[in-house]
Nanobody, 118 residues
Framework: QVQLVESGGDLVQAGGSLRLSCAASGSIFSINVMGWYRQAPGKERELVAL???????QYADSVKGRFTIARDNAENTVYLQMNSLKPEDTAVYYC????????????WGKGTLVTVSS
């Protein structure tokens, strides 16, 4: 099992910045990918950014150039630096970890709320 604990969500004005953190513990070996998803009220959960064990990153088009994902392997933590925040970034942000071996296993955190006021 892998436990994921997010932190850093807050209320911020449009144009501001936040940094989310996700601390992983438990059976963290063989995690292939970690990332952030978000779910706004009335909408489906969507990918925001991910980073593989090899360091490859991927971003949703809506956040490219504004958000940066980084991984600290020594601290088993993934960060999401969010700049130039917009009201449409308001959502609950969930940390995700995936193990893709002979079977696919996904782990989720409980989420942290980001609210961007206009």
């Amino acid at each position: 099992q892998v436990q994921l604990v997010e932190s850093g969500g807050d209320l911020v004005q449009a144009g501001g910045s936040l940094r989310l953190s996700c601390a992983a513990s438990g059976s963290i070996f063989s995690i292939n990918v970690m990332g952030w998803y978000r779910q706004a009220p009335g909408k489906e959960r969507e990918l925001v950014a991910l980073i593989t064990s090899g360091g490859r990153t991927q971003y949703a088009d809506s956040v490219k150039g504004r958000f940066t994902i980084a991984r600290d392997n020594a601290e088993n933590t993934v960060y999401l630096q969010m700049n130039s925040l917009k009201p449409e970034d308001t959502a609950v942000y969930y940390c995700h970890a995936g193990k893709y071996g002979s079977s696919i296993v996904n782990y989720w955190g409980k989420g942290t709320l980001v609210t961007v006021s206009s």
